[in-house]
């Protein structure tokens, strides 16, 4: 048995930060500059858009080990023993589906169409090179792909270890819904008072 396998979308994780950075910085501003009811607009905004901002652009992950896979989504955590996925799939999106017919979504191993198209145009030159024999072309399999291989071939070499046994587990994320929640009430509030 290895420890955790992280699988996370680089790019959502710096746009994230990056929002995340700009919003505080102009919430804070606002907050400590602003005059009337400025600030507690600003507070607002900021209780409902950062737990978001987190949720959408950090929070998700996908941990995979040789017993199971937790899935970190936006605002809920599943947990899937290996020995209950029936299928791993990447459409337009990656998914996990389990031998009861439910679907969940893989927020963090987001699919990328131009990588697909890429590795297709490269695979296409690969057969029909038109100098040389072509061995040097390198195609380089999409980042989502790669990951629902992984995780496909974990389900079936595991799916009948002692370990991978058990039932799905859903948590959900309320350290993150109820700040956004208190937020959009006290947005709510104030556009209401005026």
């Not at 936006?74 to 679907?103: H, M, N």
């Not at 380089?140 to 792909?145: E, I, L, Y």
């Amino acid at each position: 048995m290895y420890a955790d396998r992280v699988f996370r979308s680089p790019a959502g994780m710096a746009g994230g930060v990056l929002l995340l950075g700009l919003t505080v910085w102009l919430g804070i501003d606002a907050a400590v500059r602003g005059d009337g009811r400025t600030p507690w607009f600003a507070v607002a905004v900021l209780l409902l858009a950062v737990p978001l901002i987190v949720a959408f652009t950090l929070r998700p992950a996908v941990f995979v080990n040789d017993d199971r896979v937790r899935v970190r989504n936006p605002l809920r955590t599943i947990v899937l023993p290996w020995a209950v996925v029936e299928d791993v799939r990447a459409g337009y999106s990656s998914e996990i589906f389990t031998k009861d017919g439910e679907k969940y979504q893989l927020w963090a191993v987001p699919v990328s169409l131009r990588q697909r198209k890429r590795a297709a145009r490269q695979q296409a030159r690969k057969e029909r090179p038109r100098r040389g024999d072509g061995s040097d072309i390198q195609v380089k399999t999409p980042q989502a792909d790669q990951a629902i291989r992984d995780m496909r071939l974990l389900a079936e070499v595991n799916a009948d270890s002692p370990g991978a046994q058990g039932e799905v587990r859903t948590r959900w994320a309320y350290e993150l819904a109820a700040p956004a929640v208190v937020g959009l009430v006290l947005l709510v509030v104030l556009l209401a008072i005026g």
